[in-house]
Each structure stands twice: as C-alpha cells, then as structure tokens.
C-alpha cells in the first residue's frame, strides 16, 4: 500500500525511523529503506540546507509533504530526500541506504562492478541504482507517478533501530550529541558506514 501524504505530513524526526523497511520504487526497481537521515529545517537545525532560509535549491523543501527534494552533492553524485511536515517550515529526510529487493538485473546493470549489497549503500548509491536524478526534483511520491513509497512488508523491530550522528555533516549539526538524527537497523548489511566530516581547505 502506497505511502499517503499524511504520512510525510509530520515532523522529519517522527517520518525517519518510521520509513525504515519502507520501499522505494522507481521504474523497476525497489529499494527496502534500511538507513535515513532527519533534518529538521530553517532556524532549528544547522545541519540542513535550509537552515537560513528559502532559495531557489532548496524551494521544494519549503512546500507540500510528499514530494522529493533531489539536490547534487560535491558536483558528482544525486541525493534524494522525502519533504516533511507543514508546507512552509522546511523538514525532509535524507534516504541514505538500502537492500534491493526488486529489479535486481535493472539495478545490477546501473551498478556494474559493486556488490549487491552495495547498489544501494549511500544515498547517491541509492539514487543511482533507483534512476533517480534532478529531473525528480520535486516529484510527488504521493500521486501514483513514477517514484513511489509503499508501506513495509514486515514491521520493524523497534528494538533494531539505532540513532546517531549524520554521516559527513559539519559544523553543529554534525554533533551526535545534540543532533542524533541518523536512524538505520542494526545488523543490515546494507548501511553506510559513518564517516564524519572533513573540514576542506580553501584553495587560493
């Protein structure tokens, strides 16, 4: 059963956990969500490209529930996420990792050379094995179109859920103490491993 926009209509903190074990479908392909990342919008959460407000990036963030915002990271690789709460307050949650669980010769010929277990482990991993990119920007997920989340399979043992710190954040937002916002399952195969952010040099 598809995901209803009421479902996303709800702080990105509450959506995250709850997407785990979800499924992802894009043109053949459907990913069971193992590993996401909430994040909290403008003014509340330093950690999101929202944080001092509306711009033409992330205008998608600031609308209806429901839709992606697709964004590209270090000038190579698309990042997907599902746009939260009340239209005009800017939450969504990053789709980070996991298992394909159909497709699987659609996503092995996206993804030649990896292992299974890595076509989706990282979310431009994720979005590259789905066909997911800047055309999706702002697609509703909730209207029967091409990307679409269904409901789990099998519920989620909340006893599996683990939270932390986001991987490759910096600045306050990447505190795991003040800002716990990753959500995975613990034992799956398929999450990312963490990485913290590296501080870059400017050139000159």
Known sequence: MSLPRSFFARPALVVAPELLGCLLTHEGVTVRLTEVEAYAGEGADPGSHAFRGRTPR???????????????????HWCA?????????????????????AGNELAASRRPGLRERDWARGPA?????????????????CAGGSVSFAAPPESVDPARVRTG?????????????????????????????YRPAVTRRRTR
């Open 165 to 193: 710190p986001r991987v490759g954040v910096s600045g306050p937002g990447g505190d795991g103490t003040a800002y716990p916002y990753r959500f995975w399952i613990d034992g799956e195969p398929t999450v990312s491993a």
């Open 81 to 101: 996420n599902a746009v939260c709460g009340d239209e005009g307050v800017a939450q969504a949650v990053l789709l980070r990792a996991g298992e394909v669980v």
């Open 58 to 76: 992330t205008e998608v963030m600031f609308g209806e529930a429901g839709h992606l915002y697709v964004y590209f990271s270090y000038g190579m």
């Open 125 to 141: 991993r994720l979005t590259r094995t789905l066909g997911i990119d800047r055309a999706h920007d702002g697609i509703d997920v």
